[in-house]
Nanobody
Framework: QVQLVESGGGTVQAGGSLRLSCAASGRTFGTSMGWFRQAPGKEREFVAAITWGGGSTYYPDSVKGRFTISRDNAKNTVYLQMNSLKPEDTAVYYC??????????????????WGQGTQVTVSS
């Protein structure tokens, strides 16, 4: 079992930055971790993923160049640095973890564990 707790959400003006953190506990060795988000009335969507060693990262075009995912395995923590935020980035952000395959890396059902979510609001 893996438990995930997100922090760092809040309200920021457009163009600003936020850094989300996700503290993991339990059996995280070898797992990939990532972030999804869900805006009101929309489906949950992939935001970023990182492999266990941190050597590979993945982003959709909507956040590429603005968001950066990283992890510190010694602290069992994954981070999401979000820069140049836009109102359309407003959503609840969820941390995920799992032994995900390459084909399922951007899929909601690719991950076994989910955090409770943290709200990010970007005002215009």
């Amino acid at each position: 079992q893996v438990q995930l707790v997100e922090s760092g959400g809040g309200t920021v003006q457009a163009g600003g930055s936020l850094r989300l953190s996700c503290a993991a506990s339990g059996r995280t060795f070898g797992t990939s971790m990532g972030w999804f988000r869900q805006a009101p009335g929309k489906e949950r969507e992939f935001v970023a993923a990182i492999t266990w060693g941190g050597g590979s990262t993945y982003y959709p075009d909507s956040v590429k160049g603005r968001f950066t995912i990283s992890r510190d395995n010694a602290k069992n923590t994954v981070y999401l640095q979000m820069n140049s935020l836009k109102p359309e980035d407003t959503a609840v952000y969820y941390c995920v973890a799992g032994s995900v395959t390459a084909a399922a890396r951007m899929a909601r059902n690719g991950y076994d564990y989910w955090g409770q979510g943290t709200q990010v609001t970007v005002s215009s």
